[in-house]
Every structure is written in structure tokens, then in C-alpha cells.
């Protein structure tokens, strides 16, 4: 069964009132954990009051009055909390779970209540303090840092992810909110909130991008002109903003060059690179091909993203998403494979120009095609399918990726093992490894398989 995802609005302000804590008073478990130097999110939102008659606490009188996915109705707990409370739903009444949740929020609150300044000076120096433990982190552990460039594993990007969840995202908000809470002292109106509100959009979308599962279009990326104006309120020393856009322009260049032509510069594949200006570059195939690429920082490329692009270059045959932590919206690489261009991150460029066409277009890493095998073949093993079955994964990457479904083939070896293929399919659709995804399972026979043709050319044996 695929849930239905929450509003971005209720999402944040629902992981700004928990803090990234359980809201349950008897636990408070950190929402996060690491293993094996990648952090897996334990948050669960849970119903006070759920859905249908037979839902955890369905009886209470509010049970038809409330929006059953409204804020009021959400709490954020821990995989165990959610578990316990829904099971034991007796022992744990709606007024006691709103409770949890109303101080839970207090506390979180409490965190964050601003200290008292003598005067402007000293509050601003407190925010720029902030800015300059965030802009530490950046340079140290940021998608672009030499931690990340030089790294041959992901360890280094889930370093960074680890620090905007303890670090960044925490300091976003106390910059918020000691100017939102001064606001009325220094007069209206007053210049540093105004120039705060721009800085507060990025901080918004930096956590949705963080902590939720949908991404933010057009990323509101760091807001150099709220720094720059802090520093020159107290008087410190700092370039104009033409140079700091063009310092920062340069680093980004820089560090994407460095990153590009380590991967890049002595692929057997390619012939020759050729740098034509910051944004583009023409690759030369050993095929004879010759790509126009135009090379992007964007944190989150969307279908706006290319129409930016190819406002710039018609002729563009392929686009890298260089960021190591960024990636791209489905829908904008259906578009770009609507309009035969080439969208990938790093890794799936380095594989896909060794291909042509649709599966250049729509190439699926072997990372990703080994994941996808490993995971599907296990659950059917578990389910001891009968002898001579087997089982195929097919339809492109992408489709996944954009309809939250995967495409599998059971193959069938005669009539008699027919019923038990029914059963395997229905072992499949109740797997918990499969509980937030649609299957678009297909019987067959194997004379019937042999005849098949399938629009996408990646069908792959998962089973046996």
C-alpha cells in the first residue's frame, strides 16, 4: 500500500516542534541513529486518533471531527513508540498522546528562548558567531569541501548529513529566532529582520531537504547578502557582495572541475575534454559521439532548472548534476528524455556514455541494479516459490523513481505450478520490505514470456 504524503508545511512543523526527538516523555530517543558510518532515520508520524473504524483510538468522540492528517492529529514518535502505542492503544488514551506532544513542544521551545542583550551590538554578534560555526562546517564538510571531493566512499557525505542534522539545522533556527524575537525592541521597521527573512526561506528549504522525503524545488541556497549585511552592521572587515559571489563562483567551479576531471579525465571512454566555459564542456566518445555537457551545482534540479539551462544553451546534449549530496526530480528527467537530453548524476554519466539511446537516456547504475536485484530476489527466496519459477524486474529506473512502484515478472515453468504463482504474488504484495511501494506484478507462462516485448530493455533476473 503507498501512503499518502503529508503537506511539506505540516512535515516542518512537525520536526520543528519535536526537535528531531521522540515525543514520547518516557523515551525521547534521538530520531536519528548510525550504523556503520550511515545515519537511518527511526521518525515516525504518528496518528493520535487513525484512520477507519478500526483505527488506534478510532472510537473517540473527536474521531469524526478531527482531519485525521492535520497537524492536530500527527505526533512524532520513534519506530518502537509508534509500535507500542498503536498496539497497546488501551493503555494510551488521546488526551495523554496530545499531552506528550504539547509538552514535548515546551521543552523543545524552552531550548530556544533567546538570552537578553544590552543592545543591538551584542545580538548580532551572537548571530554571527552562528554563521560562522555553520560557514566552518560548509567549508569543512560541505558537498564541495576536499573531505567530500577526496573521499572514495560516501562516508564523507554522511559526515555532512550528520552535521546539518546536529549542527546547521539547530543554528538556523536560533539565527531565526533571536531576530524574530527582538523585533520589537529596535523599532519598526527594522533592517536585520528584513534582511533575515530571505536567510529564514533557505533555512526552511535546507531542513525540508534534510529531514523529508520531498525535496524542495529551486533549493533556496544560502543567502550571502544576510552575512554580508550582519558583518557590516558590527563594523568587520568583509569584500563587497559582487566579489563574494564571484569568490563563491569560483570555489563552486573550482571544486566541480577537481571532482569532474578526477572521475572524468582518463575515462577509457572518453577521448577527449574540453572545457568551453565555467557552465560547459564538450566530451568526445570513443564512439565518435560528441556531447555538449553542461555541468550544475543546483542542489535539486528540476523541470524550472532546465528551462534556466537551455535558456542558455538550446544545444545542449547532456546535463551532470555535479553536487555529490544533490539530485533531480523525476519529472524533470522525464522531460529532459522527452526532449533526448541526457540528465545524471556524476556516476550515471560515467556508465551511461558507453550506451546509446534509451538506455543511455534511461541508464540505471549497477549499484542501483544490483540493489534492486538483491532486494527482490531475497523476499521471493523467503517465500520458497515453487521449482522452475523465476522472476524478473523490468520497466526503467525512472519509473520507479517517479510512480513509487516497481515492475516485476513472474515466470511460471507449467500449468500445474500456475496456483502457486498467484500465492508467491500475494507473499510479495504483504512484504513489509515493500509496504510503502506499489507492485505492478505480471504472471506468465514461460511460452507466453518468450513472446513478450517490453518498451523498456532492462528486464533482469532477480530469481532464481
Same mark, same amino acid.
Given at each position: 500500500?503507498?501512503?499518502?504524503?503529508?503537506?511539506?508545511?505540516?512535515?516542518?512543523?512537525l520536526?520543528?516542534?519535536?526537535? $528531531?526527538?521522540?515525543?514520547?516523555?518516557?523515551?525521547?530517543?534521538?530520531?536519528?541513529?548510525?550504523?556503520?558510518?550511515?545515519?537511518?532515520?527511526?521518525?515516525?508520524?504518528?496518528?493520535v486518533?487513525?484512520?477507519?473504524?478500526?483505527?488506534?483510538?478510532?472510537?473517540?468522540?473527536?474521531?469524526?471531527?478531527?482531519?485525521?492528517? $492535520?497537524?492536530?492529529?500527527?505526533i512524532?514518535?520513534?519506530?518502537?513508540?509508534?509500535?507500542?502505542?498503536? !498496539?497497546?492503544?488501551?493503555?494510551?488514551?488521546?488526551?495523554?498522546?496530545?499531552?506528550?506532544?504539547?509538552?514535548?513542544a515546551?521543552?523543545?521551545?524552552?531550548?530556544?528562548?533567546?538570552?537578553?542583550f544590552?543592545?543591538?551590538?551584542?545580538?548580532?554578534?551572537?548571530?554571527?558567531?552562528?554563521?560562522? !560555526?555553520?560557514?566552518?562546517?560548509? !567549508?569543512? &564538510?560541505?558537498?564541495?569541501?576536499?573531505?567530500?571531493i577526496?573521499?572514495?566512499?560516501?562516508?564523507?557525505?554522511? =559526515?555532512?548529513r550528520?552535521?546539518?542534522?546536529?549542527? *546547521?539545522?539547530?543554528?538556523?533556527?536560533?539565527?531565526?529566532?533571536?531576530? @524574530?524575537?527582538?523585533?520589537?525592541?529596535?523599532?519598526?521597521?527594522?533592517?536585520?529582520?528584513?534582511?533575515?527573512?530571505? &536567510?529564514?526561506?533557505?533555512?526552511?528549504?535546507?531542513?525540508?531537504?534534510?529531514?523529508?522525503?520531498?525535496?524542495?524545488?529551486?533549493?533556496?541556497?544560502?543567502?550571502? !547578502?544576510? #552575512?554580508?549585511? +550582519?558583518?557590516?552592521?558590527?563594523?568587520?572587515?568583509?569584500?563587497?557582495?559582487?566579489t563574494?559571489? #564571484?569568490e @563563491? *563562483?569560483?570555489?563552486?567551479?573550482?571544486?566541480?572541475?577537481?571532482?569532474i576531471?578526477?572521475?572524468?579525465?582518463?575515462?577509457?571512454?572518453?577521448?577527449?575534454?574540453?572545457?568551453?566555459?565555467?557552465?560547459?564542456? +564538450?566530451?568526445?566518445?570513443?564512439? %565518435?559521439?560528441?556531447?555538449?555537457?553542461?555541468v550544475?551545482?543546483? &542542489?535539486?534540479?528540476?523541470?524550472?532548472?532546465?528551462?534556466?539551462?537551455?535558456?542558455?544553451?538550446? $544545444?545542449?546534449d547532456?546535463?551532470?548534476?555535479?553536487?555529490?549530496?544533490?539530485?533531480?526530480?523525476?519529472?524533470?528527467?522525464? /522531460?529532459?528524455?522527452?526532449?533526448?537530453?541526457?540528465?545524471?548524476m556524476?556516476?550515471?554519466?560515467m556508465?551511461?556514455?558507453? *550506451?546509446?539511446?534509451?538506455?543511455?537516456?534511461?541508464?540505471? =547504475?549497477? %549499484?542501483?541494479?544490483?540493489?534492486?536485484?538483491?532486494?527482490?530476489?531475497?523476499?521471493?527466496?523467503? /517465500?520458497?516459490?515453487?521449482?522452475? =519459477?523465476?522472476?524478473?524486474?523490468?520497466?526503467?529506473?525512472?519509473?520507479?523513481?517517479?510512480?513509487?512502484?516497481?515492475d516485476?515478472?513472474?515466470?511460471?515453468?507449467d500449468?500445474?505450478?500456475?496456483?502457486?504463482?498467484?500465492?508467491?504474488?500475494?507473499?510479495?504484495?504483504?512484504?513489509?520490505?515493500?509496504?510503502?511501494?506499489?507492485?505492478?506484478?505480471?504472471?506468465?507462462?514461460?511460452?507466453?514470456?518468450?513472446?513478450?516485448?517490453?518498451?523498456?530493455?532492462?528486464? =533482469?533476473?532477480?530469481?532464481?
Amino acid at each position: 500500500m503507498t501512503r499518502k504524503s503529508l503537506p511539506t508545511n505540516i512535515t516542518r512543523k512537525l520536526w520543528s516542534q519535536c526537535g $528531531g526527538y521522540c515525543q514520547r516523555p518516557d523515551c525521547n530517543k534521538l530520531l536519528f541513529a548510525e550504523s556503520g558510518g550511515k545515519n537511518v532515520s527511526l521518525a515516525n508520524v504518528a496518528h493520535v486518533i487513525g484512520h477507519g473504524a478500526d483505527g488506534p483510538r478510532s472510537e473517540h468522540e473527536l474521531a469524526e471531527q478531527i482531519d485525521k492528517d $492535520g497537524f492536530d492529529n500527527l505526533i512524532m514518535l520513534c519506530l518502537a513508540c509508534h509500535k507500542i502505542i498503536d !498496539e497497546l492503544q488501551s493503555q494510551y488514551p488521546v488526551e495523554e498522546i496530545l499531552t506528550w506532544k504539547t509538552q514535548h513542544a515546551e521543552k523543545i521551545s524552552a531550548l530556544f528562548t533567546s538570552p537578553k542583550f544590552p543592545d543591538e551590538d551584542h545580538l548580532l554578534q551572537a548571530v554571527n558567531d552562528l554563521l560562522e !560555526e555553520n560557514r566552518t562546517i560548509f !567549508e569543512e &564538510y560541505g558537498p564541495y569541501s576536499d573531505l567530500v571531493i577526496n573521499s572514495d566512499s560516501g562516508d564523507a557525505l554522511e =559526515t555532512w548529513r550528520l552535521r546539518s542534522l546536529d549542527t *546547521l539545522i539547530p543554528n538556523n533556527r536560533k539565527i531565526i529566532n533571536l531576530i @524574530e524575537s527582538s523585533k520589537s525592541k529596535y523599532g519598526y521597521p527594522w533592517e536585520p529582520y528584513k534582511q533575515m527573512l530571505r &536567510y529564514k526561506m533557505h533555512a526552511d528549504a535546507f531542513q525540508d531537504n534534510c529531514l523529508s522525503d520531498k525535496k524542495i524545488s529551486e533549493y533556496k541556497t544560502f543567502p550571502i !547578502e544576510f #552575512d554580508h549585511f +550582519i558583518k557590516a552592521k558590527l563594523g568587520i572587515p568583509t569584500p563587497s557582495i559582487e566579489t563574494i559571489k #564571484d569568490e @563563491e *563562483l569560483e570555489f563552486r567551479h573550482n571544486q566541480i572541475q577537481t571532482f569532474i576531471k578526477r572521475f572524468l579525465g582518463d575515462h577509457n571512454y572518453i577521448s577527449k575534454l574540453e572545457e568551453l566555459n565555467k557552465s560547459t564542456m +564538450i566530451v568526445d566518445l570513443l564512439d %565518435g559521439r560528441m556531447l555538449k555537457v553542461f555541468v550544475t551545482n543546483t &542542489y535539486y534540479f528540476t523541470e524550472h532548472t532546465l528551462d534556466k539551462v537551455t535558456e542558455i544553451d538550446p $544545444g545542449i546534449d547532456a546535463i551532470i548534476c555535479s553536487c555529490p549530496s544533490g539530485q533531480y526530480a523525476p519529472s524533470a528527467k522525464a /522531460l529532459c528524455i522527452q526532449k533526448g537530453i541526457g540528465l545524471f548524476m556524476l556516476g550515471e554519466f560515467m556508465g551511461a556514455i558507453r *550506451l546509446t539511446g534509451e538506455k543511455y537516456l534511461n541508464y540505471l =547504475t549497477s %549499484g542501483d541494479r544490483k540493489t534492486r536485484i538483491e532486494r527482490l530476489g531475497s523476499a521471493v527466496q523467503a /517465500l520458497r516459490p515453487a521449482a522452475g =519459477t523465476e522472476v524478473y524486474l523490468f520497466g526503467s529506473y525512472l519509473r520507479q523513481k517517479s510512480h513509487n512502484d516497481i515492475d516485476i515478472m513472474i515466470v511460471y515453468k507449467d500449468a500445474a505450478a500456475k496456483a502457486a504463482m498467484i500465492a508467491l504474488e500475494a507473499g510479495l504484495r504483504g512484504c513489509t520490505r515493500y509496504e510503502d511501494e506499489a507492485l505492478d506484478i505480471t504472471i506468465a507462462s514461460k511460452d507466453e514470456f518468450a513472446k513478450l516485448r517490453l518498451d523498456q530493455d532492462n528486464l =533482469t533476473r532477480a530469481f532464481p
